[in-house]
């Protein structure tokens, strides 16, 4: 199923032709080129969270995007168009209702190159076109042009929303929409599709620019401040902090509550998936696969969403699956520790271990820092388990070591060093491992066999 929406949903996209002719297009891209700006939130283990744009509209450092762009975020940057990188220091304007959030960044002493804005609505059938950043999560690399018409003004919330041809994806959500003068007349913001499958090229959705306008407000709220006061109104916040403290159900139930509102917010779709992924049931699993699916349809960059269909493959036994989500992964991000990791865990699976060996050690070479303080123990131990299996012992009992220098309580490497050290003969080392596992966990199990088994097959006293 994962593979056949995929492929469908390409199919389709591939149908859709909407080109607009505005002359001198080239040029006008230069100009408004240098006012586009990527924007991440970071996480609290200072990684990625999630990618939109943004646009410049004043020269001092203004800044607007999508509110569903920044909401949970404590920590956000832009990254501008020629490679600078700027903390988002104060949020001065939102609404809700509009998905729009005016921020400013700190630019210090320089200045910004701003658009030139269009308050007024365009014509049904004018040429446009849209610029953004859907390149997941990716710092350097160009912006993205599209080009289209203006196919119809709507109402939504008592306000008119331009209704476009011209196709964004996720990464774009919060970038500009310029008419063929290069005036910005909106900020792109997802579709007007109720259901995400039924995403169509001339439903995308725009704000006007005079909406920009009406966000006078100077709130001049820190991004903490931003979030505290809009904690208790988000399933998106609520989820995340039921995600982090590994309560599944409650995160899978607010992000799908999310999804409600945002349907193509990727990331969201993405933590569904992982949080469906951590169910036992079957029927859980295949909508885990399915939001997943939808993830990678919203982004086809994103590989942290192909990452997690491997290891969802992996784990339930469909290795050819896996392999190819892995290996679309590693495509995409070769350099992360996570793309390596996937590859290395889905070659152990097929019992490949040199492979498993060498990309569980490309794992730990490119981890980032919230890999090294919550991962890299883990990495550690399934590299050594590859090693043992290749016969390289020294290899192995290092990496052994150095699992547990990490994670001293880590319960599977207390096992398999001790399984280690039991197949080598040195009972007494064994031994040692065994009897802490079983002050850890008592009813610790390996294989169907209990801790036990283990310490009197050992001789463990």
Sequence with gaps: MFRLFLLSFVLFSATIDFNAQIPGLSQLIKKVDPSIVKVYTINSRNAFESQGSG?????????VSNYHVLIGAKKAIVIAADGQKFDITKIIDYSKENDLIKFKIDIGHQTTSAVDMSTSLPLKGANVFAVGYPN???????????????????????????????????????G????????????????????VKDRHANLNKVIPAALVNNLSKNLNLSLESFYDKIKNDENWIKGMIAYERLD??????????HIQNYPEDATAWFRLGNSLGHSSLDKEINLALQCLAISISLDTNYYYAFGQAALIYEDIGDIPSARNCAYRAYQIEPNVGFT???????AGADKDWAKASKFYGYAIENASESDKSILMHQWYLERAIANAWLKRDYSAEQDYKKCLSLNS????????????????????????QFKKLKRLSPSYKMSGYSVDTFLQENNCN
């Design 409 to 432: 309580e880590n319960l599977d490497a207390l096992f398999w060093y001790g399984n280690f050290l039991g197949i080598r003969k040195r009972f007494s080392e064994a031994c040692i």
């Design 340 to 346: 390596n990791y996937v590859v290395g865990k889905v």
């Design 55 to 63: 646009v410049i509209i004043s020269n001092n450092g203004i800044c």
């Design 136 to 174: 997941g999560f990716k710092l350097g690399g160009e912006s993205t042009l599209s080009t289209g018409i203006i196919s119809g003004i709507r109402e939504k919330n008592g306000e008119k929303i331009i209704q476009t041809t011209t196709p964004f994806t996720h990464g774009s959500s919060g």
């Design 248 to 257: 599944w159900e409650t995160a899978a139930d607010y992000f799908r509550a």
């Design 176 to 195: 500009g929409l310029f008419d063929a003068k290069g005036n910005l007349i909106g900020i792109t913001s997802g579709t007007f599709s109720e259901d």
